[in-house]
């Protein structure tokens, strides 16, 4: 009994170890908490997630996957205004970053997803997108006897079905978060985490009112609202934000408040990717949000602290696909 | 003096201890040799080979990296019939896979890159594929900090130029070897490692002739060949192959000889990608090349050996790449 105790006491110690010290003196009541690291529900589950989420099978041409457009080496987006989709199609918005997404109250910018099941269905069979059906990508599964056999130890059943194909592919996006950021460190209590500008920006940020609809641990995810309150958003883009699934007049042109975590590699900004850079996002926003002229100064104040909130990007092994078959549907590119 | 020598002796043994005892007693004179494991010259330098690879930002597009058309989780290609690049172009030719490519006499399947390296600049440039230029594309690089960092690092200066960036990818190519499949350590001595449909397959490679052209450790890559030779090949294909280079007449329609290691996974076959299936390849190679028709049992038992050439993939973390700045030329996927 005495060994088993010092043993739970030796395992509670090597995670307190491991943890930094700074999580002892949490900084007291802020608008933005920080990032908890990854809690897998399904490790196997997220495995195969992994899996499927690099397969460009799941397309019509064979050549794009989820990654295409939310590329992990990259901030979990394509760095393009609008994404690229089947036969190069030009899509209609910005691709939003896969990081930290499950912290999102909805998914896609008008939230048309409740969740990130939901979503992952959407652009396979998008025509714009992928291209493809949920029959035919199930059918292009089942003809793998690599994904069937995974399939059976996650799912108790080779039977492959659209529902375990997306439950899978989310369960691996929960494990997309980015804790530790230099912000985070601060504030769990680190005061050199970040310099007097990054403060000084995390101040004017919540001064000037940014931190209304950028607030929690995402910062941004959680509210829908209006592209433009003070003064009209000029785009060419044709997105109409949340009327499109409420066809609530009042919803025009309302958009999901983006996370701004690992803002700095999610360029270009905004549902038409319309801003290039963060000084322009910010100058944006600031006027045609909250009706204020930021400085050059305080600009490049809340982009020092907007840069601070970059976390630890997801690190695994590039996934190795299960190999086709002779009976596995090829892929039509050219079709 | 005698501390020294032990140490040495230890480091052996613990070298032996990794190494599978089958290395003990290799298999005598056979055509084909095992793979050797990797032979890293430069670490740095493939570490910053493998983000360079990864990185649609030497494309115009911003969308099209090495892996799109040689995908490191499809056995080095992309497992389509000719790639897709820029603006969804349709290639002229299948793309061969990048594992073991450090193993041929050449690269492209004309042999027009004479190594790695001189390869790695054809797609950049090409109009086709990733559609940039080779200036450009270190403008891009350059602008980046992270990356003037680590060529820093690597050639002791941050001044970036395209000889640094493709000797860089060509070391990271280099680190792509697949060792120990199923055949190897057969050829290493185990002799349970193949069954006996998988050798009757490859005394039936040997007895027909297909190891003429396909020998070597990478089972094919070391020579040119008519593709064609008893009979010839009808395709849609306009690539006339090795003439392009030489401008020799004889040379018209001769090929590089592909590897046949990982061949499993790098479906479909051909410079045309013409046959879709290994039986299919195996039947056309037999009639065209060497004037035979396999029954479909001396089919199937030269595809179960074929099988067997499947190595270890290549396994690394997916490079994280450093974030473009306000300065970094902007990709036009739409241009």
Redesign the interface.
Known sequence: MKHKRSMIISCALAVMAAAPALWAAPRGKEPIQPIAPVKVIDLAMAELGKKLY????LSK???ISCN?CH?????GT???QTS?GH??N?GPINAPTVLNSSLNLAQFWDGRAKDLKEQAGGPIANPGEMAFTHELAVEVLASIPGYVTEFTQVFGSGKIDIDGVTQAIAEFEKTLVTPNSRFDKWLMGDENAINDTELAGYELFKQSGCVACHNGPAVGGSSYQKMGVVAPYKTASKAEGRIAVTGNEADRFKFKVPTLRNV??T??YFHDGGA????EAVDTMGRLQLGKTFTDEEKSKIVAFLKTLTGE?P???????P??T?KTL??K??E
Chains 1, 2 share one sequence.
Do not use: C, H, V
């Open positions: 690099f397969d460009p099978r041409s064979g050549f295409s590329n992990l080496s990259m901030g394509d760095n393009l690229i036969k190069w030009q700095e590699l360029y270009p290039a850079t963060l000084a990007q690190s695994f092994l590039l996934p190795i696909l190999p086709s002779d090829r892929p590119p050219f």
